[in-house]
């Protein structure tokens, strides 16, 4: 079952991508649900210096794999990806941008708004609260 459509600012959650098509249900959208044990929920514009690092813990995303509907992604795609995978790719300095508008208020259990600020390819206009939001 999906949870509400949020984004980290509250707002309604926007599309990440339908080129490729991404999310846990291949709707273009970064929603986080009970049977997704991943918490895709972080709508990220990937890159080389991500996609390489993810690789080289075992997630290679390059690779198409058409059985499970994976186009394989190359840098420049925005794809949802799993919460704790963003942050650690932060914490190793090597998290990819992010899409704040598209990205789902869930994944502030794990991950600081303050770190998706400084990475977002659209950065709110005023100061947010830099801490955890309670849902």
């Known amino acids: 079952m999906k949870t ?32 997704d044990p991943g918490a ?17 813990r075992g997630n290679e995303l390059r690779r198409a794999v058409p059985g499970q509907d994976f186009p394989g992604l190359q840098a420049g795609d925005r794809w ?8 650690e790719a932060f914490e190793a300095g090597v998290a990819p941008p992010v899409v704040l508008a598209s990205t789902h208020h869930a994944v502030l259990k794990v991950l600081r708004l303050r ?21």
């Open 115 to 135: 770190d998706l600020i400084e990475h977002a390819v659209d950065p709110p206009a005023s100061g947010l609260d830099d801490g955890f939001f309670e849902f």
């Open 80 to 87: 949802c990806l799993c919460a704790l995978r963003w942050r």
């Open 4 to 35: 509400t459509g949020l984004n980290v600012l509250g707002l309604p959650l926007q599309p990440c991508s339908t080129e490729p098509l991404t999310g846990f249900y291949r709707d273009g959208r970064c929603h986080v649900a009970a049977e």
């Open 40 to 56: 895709h929920g972080v709508c990220a514009e990937v890159d080389d210096a991500f996609l390489h690092y993810t690789a080289s």
